[in-house]
């Protein structure tokens, strides 16, 4: 199972970037797929999760209505579209997935959104 993040880096307050994950080694289509990200000296917390098959979309409260999440399960990837970025989201960004109780973790994109 292989994880891959990309798309992040600095950008300023109110601007936006499309992160990816890319997955393989596993049924894609199948499972969850969650973004979680991880601030300097905060814990990891859930950003945005999407079932299989166009099953629910969650997000949390922080970011409701500013990031979109998707999943095009013939290409294996699922997309964080963030907009009107605020300095407090300027996070590590991990893609997640779980098979069989087991947590997968891609090495994360960085995101920082500063003037």
């Known amino acids: 199972v292989q994880l891959v993040e990309s798309g992040g880096g600095l950008v300023q307050p109110g601007g936006s970037l499309r992160l990816s994950c890319a997955a393989s080694g596993f049924t894609f289509s199948r499972y969850v797929i969650k973004w979680y990200r991880q601030a300097p000296g905060k814990e990891r917390e859930l950003v945005a999760g999407?079932?299989?098959?166009?099953?629910?979309?969650n997000y949390a409260d922080s970011v409701k209505g500013r990031f979109t999440i998707s999943r095009d399960d013939r290409k294996n990837t699922v997309y964080l579209q963030t907009n009107s970025l605020k300095p407090e989201d300027t996070a590590v960004y991990y893609c997640?997935?779980?098979?069989?109780?087991?947590?997968?973790w891609g090495q994360g994109t960085q995101v920082t959104v500063s003037s």
């Open positions: 999407i079932s299989s098959r166009g099953g629910p979309i």
């Open positions: 997640n997935t779980r098979i069989w109780s087991t947590d997968y």
